[in-house]
T-cell receptor
């Protein structure tokens, strides 16, 4: 069965320092993995996605994530945090079953706080 | 502009008064879905639809209904809302086909409060 675990519910970093948001997943098939960002009172915006091509995926706003199958991880990183990065981040795993149905499983979210 | 549009964005209603949250997408996507977001629980799927007239339950379907009479619309119906349905609701859609990359597109969310 699929599952997604975001290891930290809250992360605080100082502006200009690196960001690491951790995500572990389990999947019975060959998954697609996503990171979405939600700014306060806004909808969800796609940051990046992994769909079995390059294991290091670059997204918008300087974020990137590395798919590590052996560790079943898909951690999100950014070299230097900006105040505008303060938001909630969701890791998502998606599978397509033989029946043709899709299933998206969301992590519980990590709230990133950026300190001036 | 490609988008998923939900209405209303904000609603306060009373227990038992039927309400409908509309969702429309202009990307000709086959797949549409409803989620609710609650603190500490992430997004949980309520219902989804693989195509017109094809709907199925997600993880938390109790108290909700949906219909898919047209490809672009996927309304969420609360026949008799209760306070535990107070939540932030998201409609989403995605295209089918391998080339689509599985990306799901979200509406801006509907804040629903049931008193």
């Amino acid at each position: 069965a699929q599952s997604v675990t975001q290891l930290d519910s809250h992360v605080s970093v100082s502006e200009g320092t690196p960001v690491l948001l951790r995500c572990n997943y389990s999947s019975s098939y060959s998954p697609s993995l996503f990171w979405y960002v939600q700014h306060p009172n806004k909808g969800l915006q796609l940051l990046l996605k992994y769909t079995s091509a390059a294991t290091l995926v670059k997204g918008i706003n300087g974020f990137e994530a590395e798919f590590k199958k052996s560790e079943t991880s898909f951690h999100l990183t950014k070299p230097s945090a900006h105040m505008s990065d303060a938001a909630e981040y969701f890791c998502v795993v998606s599978d397509i079953f033989t029946s043709g149905t899709y299933k998206y499983i969301f992590g519980t979210g990590t709230r990133l706080k950026v300190l001036a | 502009e490609a988008q998923v549009t939900q209405n209303p964005r904000y609603l306060i209603t009373v227990t038992g008064k039927k309400l409908t949250v509309t969702c429309s997408q202009n990307m000709n996507h086959e797949y549409m879905s409803w989620y609710r977001q609650d603190p500490g629980l992430g997004l949980r799927q309520i219902y989804y639809s693989m195509n017109v007239e094809v709907t199925d339950k997600g993880d938390v379907p109790e108290g909700y209904k949906v219909s898919r009479k047209e490809k672009r619309n996927f309304p969420l119906i609360l026949e008799s809302p209760s306070p535990n349905q107070t939540s932030l609701y998201f409609c989403a859609s995605r295209p089918t086909g391998v080339s689509s990359g599985n990306t799901i597109y979200f509406g801006e969310g509907s804040w629903l409060t049931v008193v």
